[in-house]
């Protein structure tokens, strides 16, 4: 089994009032990784995804799409350290 990787996640675009945040959770569920989702004042979207590389490179695809109601045209990806969370959650 492979150690859990982590990523910081900025979406921006048309990504906050489309259900991105509650769509970003079910998504992290089904694959398996943990982590925090939020929007920020500034428009965008954060999300701390950890988990199993292959689970955490599934949701970053996805997260270049987001729901159907977003429209993403900027995801930014940083490489940060694990902070061992339980589950997903909204913040």
Do not use: C, K, Y
Not at 14 to 42: C, H, I, M
Not at 46 to 74: I, N
């Amino acid at each position: 089994m492979s150690e859990a990787v982590a990523l910081e996640l900025i979406v921006g675009g048309r990504v906050q009032g489309v259900f991105f945040r509650d769509s970003t959770r079910r998504e992290a569920l089904r694959l398996g990784v943990t982590g925090w989702v939020r929007n920020r004042p500034d428009g965008t979207v954060q999300a701390h995804v950890e988990g199993p590389p292959d689970a955490v490179a599934a949701l970053v695809r996805w997260a270049r799409e987001g729901p159907r109601h977003a429209d993403v045209d900027e995801l930014r990806v940083s490489d940060v350290e694990p902070a061992g969370a339980a589950s997903f959650t909204i913040r």
